[in-house]
T-cell receptor, first 111, second 112 residues
Framework: GQQLNQSPQSMFIQEGEDVSMNCTSS?????WLWYKQDPGEGPVLLIA?????ELTSNGRLTAQFGITRKDSFLNISASIPSDVGIYFC???????????FGTGTRLTIIP | NAGVMQNPRHLVRRRGQEARLRCSPM?????VYWYRQLPEEGLKFMVY????????ESGMPKERFSAEFPKEGPSILRIQQVVRGDSAAYFC??????????FGQGTRLTVV
C-alpha cells in the first residue's frame, strides 16, 4: 500500500526561527494536503496542492508539490507560539481517493 | 457554512456495549472518511464512503465495525461489542471529491 514518510518526527526551535518539514511517498500522488492538529482537536487544513511543481502560500506558510509527484514540503517562516502542534502531510491519487497520512511532525517552541 | 459536525464529542461505553458515532459532512460534500487516532500517534484510515456506497473499507476491522452514509442523514460508524482496545479518537472528514478534506472535532471513545 501507499506509504508516506514524514520528517523530521519532531522539531525544537526558538520563536522567530523558520521551520521546514517534508513528506516523501513510495508512489505518485495527485493531491498533497498539509494539516495542523492541536491537542484534543481535529486536524485543520492549512494548504492544498493539486499540480506538480505548484508552490502555494498561506500567510507565513509555504508548501510545494514536488515535480516527481512523490514529495512535498512545508515551510513556516518566523515561527510564533501558536505554531506549536503536530503537522501532518496527506496525499491522494486518482483512482484511489483514500487520503493517506504521514506520521506527523511535532513542533515545539523553546522559550 | 457549518463545518463537519461530529457527535458525541466524548462517549463512554462498557465492554460489550455498542458505540455509535455520527458525522454530518459539510454542506455539498458527498464524500466522507473515517479515521482512528491513538494518543501520540497519526491518523489511521478506516473507511471511505460516498452517499449510499462504501468505496474503500480496507482499514476497517472485518468484525464488529461497520459504517454507512445514507442518502439522508449523517454518516454513522458503528462498533459492536466494544473492547478496551477500541478506545481512541475517531475523526470524520468530508470532501467535495479530490479537493481537500475537512475534519470534524472527533469523538473520543473510552471503553471501561
Amino acid at each position: 500500500g501507499q506509504q508516506l514518510n514524514q520528517s523530521p518526527q519532531s522539531m525544537f526551535i526558538q520563536e522567530g526561527e523558520d521551520v521546514s518539514m517534508n513528506c516523501t511517498s513510495s508512489s505518485i500522488f495527485n493531491t498533497w494536503l498539509w494539516y495542523k492538529q492541536d491537542p484534543g482537536e481535529g486536524p485543520v487544513l492549512l494548504i492544498a496542492l493539486y499540480k506538480a511543481g505548484e508552490l502555494t502560500s498561506n500567510g507565513r506558510l509555504t508548501a510545494q508539490f514536488g515535480i516527481t509527484r512523490k514529495d512535498s514540503f512545508l515551510n513556516i517562516s518566523a515561527s510564533i507560539p501558536s505554531d506549536v502542534g503536530i503537522y501532518f502531510c496527506a496525499g491522494m491519487s486518482f483512482g484511489n481517493e483514500k487520503l493517506t497520512f504521514g506520521t506527523g511532525t511535532r513542533l515545539t517552541i523553546i522559550p | 457554512n457549518a463545518g463537519v459536525m461530529q457527535n458525541p464529542r466524548h462517549l463512554v461505553r462498557r465492554r460489550g456495549q455498542e458505540a455509535r458515532l455520527r458525522c454530518s459532512p459539510m454542506k455539498g460534500h458527498s464524500h466522507v472518511y473515517w479515521y482512528r487516532q491513538l494518543p501520540e500517534e497519526g491518523l489511521k484510515f478506516m473507511v471511505y464512503l460516498q452517499k449510499e456506497n462504501i468505496i474503500d473499507e480496507s482499514g476497517m476491522p472485518k468484525e464488529r465495525f461497520s459504517a454507512e452514509f445514507p442518502k439522508e442523514g449523517p454518516s454513522i460508524l458503528r462498533i459492536q461489542q466494544v473492547v478496551r482496545g477500541d478506545s481512541a479518537a475517531y475523526f470524520c472528514a468530508s470532501s467535495p471529491a479530490m479537493n481537500g478534506a475537512f475534519f470534524g472535532q472527533g469523538t473520543r471513545l473510552t471503553v471501561v
